[in-house]
């Protein structure tokens, strides 16, 4: 049997994989974020190129992004 990653199983569930864009990603495709939220992390990346691996911020850095 094939081990598959997590990312490969919630794409069987979720559109994009989990992956939800930013709603600050700018329109034209510039500034383009993308959040993958789990129970115990969060995963984000540049929906420009989903080849570069994703950044999994501390969860205090990432409630800080979040009170701005």
Same mark, same amino acid.
């Given at each position: 049997?094939?081990? !598959?990653?997590?990312? +490969? ?28 939220? +789990?129970?115990?992390? !969060? ?12 950044? !999994? ?6 409630? +800080? !992004?979040?009170?701005?």
């Amino acid at each position: 049997m094939t081990d !598959v990653s997590h990312n +490969e199983r919630l794409a069987d569930h979720f559109p994009n994989g989990g992956w939800r864009k930013s709603s600050y990603s700018d329109p034209t495709g510039n500034n383009c974020v993308e959040v993958l939220t +789990e129970p115990k992390a !969060v995963q984000v990346r540049d929906s420009k190129d989903t080849t570069i691996p994703a950044c !999994v911020p501390r969860n205090s850095a990432w409630l +800080e !992004v979040l009170a701005v």
